[in-house]
T-cell receptor, first 113, second 113 residues
Framework: GDSVTQMEGPVTLSEEAFLTINCTYTATGYPSLFWYVQYPGEGLQLLLKATKADDKGSNKGFEATYRKETTSFHLEKGSVQVSDSAVYFCALSDNTGGFKTIFGAGTRLFVKA | EAGVAQSPRYKIIEKRQSVAFWCNPISGHATLYWYQQILGQGPKLLIQFQNNGVVDDSQLPKDRFSAERLKGVDSTLKIQPAKLEDSAVYLC???????????FGDGTRLSIL
């Protein structure tokens, strides 16, 4: 079945450092891909999405490109802030009728001042 | 717009007791989801409603879990009887329709003693 694999955390960075969180997926069709973020004590929020190959999703300085050839959707940010400390979830949604969403295990990011 | 509302925020019960969670989705959202998020894992879909009909309940432990969405708006998720392994955060989400991004509530943290 479909699945999502994320790099394990926690990831600890200093403020203004470059961030990459790796995400790869397995899917039988052509899914939509998402990054969700969960700040402490809050529910998940959609960060960005991409619906087809080579699409780039972006929001709040974060970017991710849908790479069909490597089945990847890595999250990047050029300069992280303390306020970016959260858990980041990569997810896919099959577009074949059920639109079932499958989440990765999450990657916790700590940003130090 | 008002977000997805869930209650209670926290619940502590003993094993073999019963518990119920409530969710009020964003107004006009046809699709409603219940997820179970065990500590350190990504959310796992338990059940998905389209209006008041069930679209997917393949991962719902039907011997102990039940859910309903009367009138296609509010929803309740019930566990009876609870087991220790049910300790988790239960997330409710809604979307305009199945192909649209999901909006999450803050979740109910359930602890089983």
């Amino acid at each position: 079945g479909d699945s999502v694999t994320q790099m394990e955390g926690p990831v600890t960075l200093s403020e203004e450092a470059f961030l990459t969180i790796n995400c790869t997926y397995t899917a039988t069709g052509y899914p939509s891909l998402f990054w969700y973020v969960q700040y402490p004590g809050e529910g998940l929020q959609l960060l960005l999405k991409a619906t087809k190959a080579d699409d780039k999703g972006s929001n709040k300085g974060f970017e991710a490109t849908y790479r069909k050839e490597t089945t990847s959707f890595h999250l990047e940010k050029g300069s992280v802030q303390v306020s970016d400390s959260a858990v980041y979830f990569c997810a896919l949604s099959d577009n074949t009728g059920g639109f079932k969403t499958i989440f990765g295990a999450g990657t916790r990011l700590f940003v130090k001042a | 717009e008002a977000g997805v509302a869930q209650s209670p925020r926290y619940k502590i019960i003993e094993k073999r007791q019963s518990v119920a969670f409530w969710c009020n989705p964003i107004s006009g959202h046809a699709t409603l989801y219940w997820y179970q998020q065990i500590l350190g894992q990504g959310p796992k879909l338990l059940i998905q409603f389209q209006n008041n009909g069930v679209v997917d309940d393949s991962q719902l432990p039907k011997d102990r879990f039940s859910a309903e969405r009367l009138k296609g708006v509010d929803s309740t998720l019930k566990i009876q009887p609870a087991k220790l392994e049910d300790s988790a955060v239960y997330l409710c989400a809604s979307s305009l329709d199945r192909a649209q991004p999901q909006h999450f509530g803050d979740g109910t943290r359930l602890s089983i003693l």
